[in-house]
């Protein structure tokens, strides 16, 4: 086993020996020299720290009060809503989606917001040439901004443009295709992903730079290439929606400096992507008379109430297995609503086909919308319509009951603001005093069967 060297220190000036002597031959102060213990007892250096010391780090108390970070507003509204009020310096950004939904569209016009709003910008394209960016730029009409374009996956030339460039925002469209040269892989990777993610992401830390990467997404909807990535970065975002509908949703699953499951809401153009500032009016625009099987769910996404409808149909099955059929919602969790209306409310659903949609392309994953759930499957069983103007919300135990959910009040003031005027919700849901809704509070399913459907 080789041998291990030891260090002697002096206490006064930090000087470094490797015997001990009474005086310490740089400040010449005696009895000051001790011996250094090495950070790993034992094991070779290669696979330990070994001896070598590093330098202490500077340490804070959690009383000590800090700015918050500066943040530069693009202007558009919801793509800021989502990062949280806007672009933090050296921040590292993750942006998700399925091809051709439209990621490239939405941070060619943020890169163009971003650049009038005094940023440095560079767009680094790895996917697609230097002249189809262009095209697209001028179908947006933002051929005159000031946005700088580079169509490169080198790495390693990248970093090396960037460092001489010095801008304040890189945009890398897609961290699939970047390589380093230093990792023996084919581009799009484990490790080229890994290695390409964790370069950027420490540039953008040590030089003050903001990027935002572009990932694609595996057919599970997940972002592809090693988790790693989303643990390097500051914030997730996912670009989803579906290819029949216009609408396009920006959700924020990771953000360090904002709050998390924010939602932005664009809708697809022929001039690109457009903001909705009232994306309950949207998802609610095709709502015609009141149907069976249809109900306005009352949700909040982030910090945001959000109004969608609920749809849908049960049929008489022709199969020997009912089929269970979810779009936009938890089918596991549509399961357990019809157990429990058949265990504790008597109400069967077998031998029937159970279809449930969310209308306009929306995916709600809160607990609350179980009784709107409940609703639109007994409207539609019974073939009865619930009333125009009411909306439902509440989450479902397995006993039956009913349980209030959060933000009651910011839920009745938006339902208020698009013209309803009555509510079903649990009891002991605080609903304010100024909602201006007939509020409707039920206990449990069994009441709210026998008092909305006149069965029990």
């Not at 310096?89 to 989606?97: D, H, N």
């Amino acid at each position: 086993m080789a041998k291990v060297q030891k260090n002697f220190v002096c206490a006064n000036c930090g000087a470094v020996t490797t015997k001990w002597s009474g005086r310490c031959d740089g400040c010449g102060e005696w009895n000051t020299i001790s011996e250094e213990k090495p950070l790993s007892a034992s094991g070779p250096s290669k696979k330990t720290l070994g001896g070598m010391r590093g330098k202490e780090i500077p340490l804070s108390s959690l009383s000590a009060k800090e700015a918050p970070p500066p943040r530069t507003a693009s202007g558009m509204d919801e793509f800021d809503r989502v990062l949280g009020g806007g672009l933090v310096p050296a921040s590292a950004i993750l942006v998700g989606g399925d091809p051709g939904i439209g990621k490239s569209t939405l941070l060619l016009q943020a890169a163009a917001k971003f650049a009038g709003a005094g940023l440095k910008v560079i767009y680094i394209s790895g996917e697609e040439a230097s002249a189809q960016v262009r095209m697209r730029a001028q179908r947006l009409g933002l051929a005159e901004a000031s946005v700088q374009l580079g169509a490169e996956t080198n790495l390693r030339d990248i970093l090396t443009t960037l460092e001489a460039e010095q801008p304040d925002l890189v945009i890398i469209d897609s961290i699939q295709t970047m390589w380093a040269d230093n990792v023996e892989s084919a581009p799009g990777s484990v490790s080229q992903v890994r290695a390409a993610a964790h370069e950027l992401v420490t540039f953008a830390k040590t030089r003050g730079v903001s990027v935002v990467l572009v990932g694609h997404v595996t057919k599970e909807g997940q972002l592809a290439g090693p988790r790693v990535v989303e643990h390097m970065v500051d914030t997730v975002l996912y670009f989803e929606g579906e290819r029949g509908h216009q609408f396009r949703l920006l959700r924020a699953v990771k953000n360090r400096f904002g709050p998390a499951h924010e939602i932005g809401v664009f809708e697809m153009t022929g001039d690109g992507l457009s903001e909705v500032t009232n994306p309950s009016a949207l998802f609610l625009s095709e709502r015609d008379e009141p149907v069976p099987g249809s109900v306005v769910f009352a949700g909040i996404e982030g910090t945001r109430p959000v109004l969608v409808e609920f749809q849908a149909l049960v049929a008489p099955s022709p199969h020997a297995q009912a089929r269970r059929t979810v779009v936009g919602w938890d089918g596991s969790r549509l399961a357990m609503i019809l157990a429990v209306l058949e265990s504790r409310c008597g109400i069967p659903f077998a031998g029937l086909d159970v279809y449930l949609n969310v209308a306009g392309g929306m995916k709600v994953s809160e607990p609350a919308a179980d009784l709107a759930v409940a609703a639109a499957l007994l409207s539609a069983r019974e073939d009865a319509a619930l009333p125009k103007d009411c909306v439902v919300f509440g989450e479902l135990s397995l006993s039956g009951g009913l349980r209030p959910v959060g933000q009651t009040e910011n839920r009745l003031k938006e339902a208020k603001k698009l013209g309803f005027s009555s509510a079903i919700a649990p009891s002991h849901s605080k609903a304010g005093e100024k909602s201006g809704m007939a509020l409707r509070q039920m206990s449990d399913l069994i009441g709210f069967v026998g008092e909305i459907f006149g069965a029990g």
